[in-house]
């Protein structure tokens, strides 16, 4: 299952990630998140963890995505919440709550609108099909077995899920949370 841990802003939480086997981390360039990193930030965790581990640039809008258009070539991924104007070449992780008509190597779907807790999905998953939906929103090592049974998506995302506080992950969180999805692909 691709798991990615989405909000890292180090490059020892990139590699520890990394040598856990998950599938990608996400770095945050919108300024509003506590989850940002800066262009300088970035680099520093990408040249720590390019090769290990997948990239993922997760961009608010276009604006985002322009405004930190030099970083770009630097990743595996971009993920965005409206569809992109110009995807820089990259493979194209869209955030939706519902059906659009744009063709998106995934869709990412979180109805949680930052609450911290998982908001039911339609079962249907909006039509997409399920080896191209990443279920983010609310996840936690709680929760995640019975969304992954419930919706058998091709991925998950956590980031507060993970974390002591908002921007802040824990390894321990980090491990056990990756435990646990393990444990159902046995």
Not at 49 to 56: N, S, Y
Not at 100 to 110: G, K, N, P, R, S
Not at 145 to 166: H, K, M, N, Q, T
């Amino acid at each position: 299952m691709f798991i990615k841990i989405c909000g890292i802003r180090d490059p020892d939480t990139a590699l520890y990630i990394a040598s856990l086997g998950v599938s990608a981390i996400g770095l945050v360039f919108h300024p509003k998140s506590p989850r940002y990193v800066s262009i300088s930030m970035a680099r520093r965790v990408i040249e720590s963890a390019a090769g290990k581990i997948a990239i993922v640039g997760v961009f608010k809008d276009n604006l985002d995505l322009q405004m930190h258009s030099k970083i770009v070539e630097y990743l595996d991924f971009i993920q965005i919440y409206e569809i992109p104007k110009n995807n820089l070449g990259k493979r194209v992780i869209l955030g939706v709550k519902g059906k659009v008509e744009f063709d998106a190597d995934y869709y990412l779907i979180d109805f949680s609108m930052g609450s911290n807790r998982f908001v039911e999905l339609p079962l249907d998953l909006f039509g997409y099909r399920r080896d191209r939906v990443i279920v983010s929103g609310g996840l936690n090592e709680g929760n995640v077995l019975s969304v992954i049974e419930r919706y058998r998506p091709f991925g998950i995302d956590v980031s507060s899920g993970v974390e002591i506080a908002p921007g802040i992950k824990d390894r321990e969180l980090i491990r056990r949370f990756v435990e646990t999805i393990r444990r159902i692909e046995k």
